[in-house]
Nanobody, 122 residues
């Protein structure tokens, strides 16, 4: 079992930055693929970024060039640095963990945090 706890959400103006963090416990963190997803009101949950357990990252097109995912296996944490935020980035952001590599499908992630709200105001 894996427990995930997100933090760092909040309210920011267009063009601003936020850093989300996710703390994991309960299973060997270094073996987990750690992803960030988001869900806006009335929309499906969508992939944002992932850090693979074996190294490497992947991003949604909407996140490329603006968001950076990083992990610290010693601290069992994964972070998402979000820059140049836009109103369309407004959503609840979820941290997710899974063991199936090279997938960005939310159905293949086994563990989820409770989510943290990000609101970008224009």
């Amino acid at each position: 079992q894996v427990q995930l706890v997100e933090s760092g959400g909040g309210y920011v103006q267009v063009g601003g930055s936020l850093r989300l963090s996710c703390a994991s416990s309960g299973r060997t963190f270094s073996r987990l693929n750690m992803g960030w997803f988001r869900q806006a009101p009335g929309k499906d949950r969508e992939f944002v970024a992932v850090s693979w357990s074996g190294g490497g990252t992947a991003y949604a097109d909407s996140a490329k060039g603006r968001f950076t995912i990083s992990r610290d296996n010693a601290k069992n944490t994964v972070s998402l640095q979000m820059n140049s935020l836009k109103p369309e980035d407004t959503a609840v952001y979820y941290c997710a963990a899974g063991t199936v590599t090279f997938t960005i499908r939310k159905e293949r992630y086994d563990y989820w945090g409770q989510g943290t709200q990000v609101t970008v105001s224009s």
